[in-house]
């Protein structure tokens, strides 16, 4: 699951702010405009832009080296001060340019209700020896990280020549690029890997409709013709979809969630998205946690972050859960699903005849492996092939049953062959497991299984326990 991966370091290149919230009560109208009075009651700061990406990022457990502008002004020590709450984040690539003011975006709130935006901001390009100190510090924390992020707002710190820097030293180390891009079109950004474009700034860059999936999969293909990356489409209610250079879709539905803010909630995504592809996980699982992480974001109060714990509460409540007894096929959508959720699924079978300590021992150490347990069990045909006409002792429904019963067990599914393999090569699990009376090169299907990044693990077991053992204790006589 999510706490137990390890996440690496992010680079996170691009437009910092400082987001502040003035809260209060309105009460009444002014009598000198048709405007409303607010009652001050508070001020508060938070990290915005490229710095609320880097917060997300630190909140789930990932080291990040943010880098950016800031201005000779009072808001930047306010922003390096808000950042200090994350001691994962190193603010030493943030570079100072007296010409330019500390983008700040002011919120005057009534309650939940936001009255009026003030943004303090200059987007022309910085003059170039801001821009060289800019590709110094991005090439620094580049040659540190294990992946990147460019998060670009159009404030002027991520233009061609920074791109191009970036890009190029990412290619020379081997590590990824992700962009959260806001140009009119995409070809800048060739050389990501990952655009993550929401569908406002997909129809602008692209011109074509998204008003359904097969629109918005058209749109990605268009999108990454121009960047060469996969597209990652944010979709707000309707969830995300992302799209391959390989052609494969994969469509994530929104998670059910009451709404308070959406300002933000795109640096939740592209800040999971980077931190689970830093513990080594595929892209779309990625992609799986950030939908929850961004249904997370959108039910709290402006830019906020999502943690790691509560992260992983909402993963587990998402768990498919369609009984305990499955087909095989079932159990192979589950097992991907849940692998797209971050856990990692571990497999073992047997007949399970007469259910005794033995048995037990091993299923508990088999869970003790992983996240989610799969038991596949030898069918009645099965067993009789393998032990004799006078087995098993309790049909597969009666054995299902009873295995299912279990806490260590989340899935049981029957299989007719002689060997489990079919069902191995179906389910692709993580872990497989055997007892320690077997050698690993026997193990059936641990070649499938170790070839697809999984590994075998041998359990012990507990001697002088198996069903032969009870069928002949109970028929001696007396």
């Known amino acids: 699951m999510i706490e137990n991966m390890q996440f690496g370091t992010i680079a996170v290149i691009g ?5 502040r919230y003035i809260s209060g009560i309105v009460s009444r109208i002014s009598p000198e405009a048709p405007i409303p009075i607010l009652l001050h009651e508070k001020l508060t700061a938070v990290a ?30 306010a922003l390096i001060q808000t950042l200090a709450r994350w001691p994962r984040i190193d603010t030493t690539g943030l570079v100072t340019d007296a010409g330019r003011p500390t983008i700040t975006k002011t919120r005057v709130m009534s309650g939940l209700q936001q009255i009026v935006r003030i943004d303090n901001e200059d987007t022309t390009p910085p003059a170039p020896p801001i821009t060289a100190q800019l590709v110094e ?3 620094a924390a580049i040659d540190r990280a294990d992946i990147v992020v460019c998060s670009d707002y159009g404030k002027g710190v991520l233009g061609d020549g920074v791109l191009d820097a970036i890009f190029t030293r990412a290619r020379a180390r081997g590590i990824p690029v992700i962009v959260d891009p806001k140009r009119s079109t995409f070809a800048a950004y060739r050389g990501a890997s990952l655009i993550t474009p929401n569908r406002q700034e997909m129809a602008r860059a692209t011109g074509l409709p998204l008003l359904d999936d097969g629109q918005v999969v058209a749109a990605a293909r268009e999108a990454g013709a121009q960047s060469g990356s996969d597209v990652l489409v944010t979709r707000s209610d309707e969830g995300m979809t992302l799209w391959r250079t390989d052609g494969a879709v994969t469509h994530v539905r929104a998670k059910a969630a009451e709404v308070f803010d959406v300002s933000g909630a795109g640096d939740t995504v592209v800040a999971t998205v980077a931190a689970i592809l830093s513990a080594g996980q595929p892209v779309e699982t990625a992609v799986t946690i950030a939908g929850t992480a961004a249904s997370l974001s959108v039910g709290k109060l402006g830019t906020a972050t999502v943690s790691r714990a509560e992260l992983s509460r909402a993963l587990m409540q998402d768990m498919p859960d369609s009984g305990k007894r499955v087909t095989l096929e079932q159990a192979a959508a589950i097992a991907s699903e849940w692998r797209h959720h971050g856990m990692r699924v571990v497999f073992t079978n047997g007949c399970f005849d007469l ?4 048995h037990i021992a091993l299923l508990q150490a088999a869970a003790a492996q992983g996240d989610k347990l799969i038991v596949a069990l030898n069918t009645d045909r099965s067993v009789k092939r393998l032990k004799g006409e006078s087995r098993p002792i309790q049909d597969e429904q009666a054995r299902a049953a009873v295995i299912g019963a279990l806490r260590a067990v989340d899935l049981v599914v029957l299989f007719d062959d002689d060997t489990p393999l079919e069902a191995i090569r179906a389910i692709m699990p993580d872990i497989l497991v055997k007892g320690a009376d077997y050698r690993e090169d026997q193990v059936v299907g641990g070649d499938v299984v170790k070839a697809g990044g999984g590994h075998v693990v041998l359990v012990d077991i507990v001697s002088g326990r198996s069903t032969t053992a009870l069928v002949n204790a109970a028929a001696r006589p007396g």
């Open 15 to 19: 437009d910092v702010m400082l987001d």
């Open 137 to 139: 510090q991005a090439h």
């Open 48 to 77: 915005g832009g490229a710095a609320n990406v880097a917060t997300n990022a630190a909140a789930l457990g990932a080291r990040v080296l943010l880098v950016g502008l800031v201005g000779a002004d009072e808001f930047a020590p």
């Open 355 to 358: 259910l005794h300590p033995g």
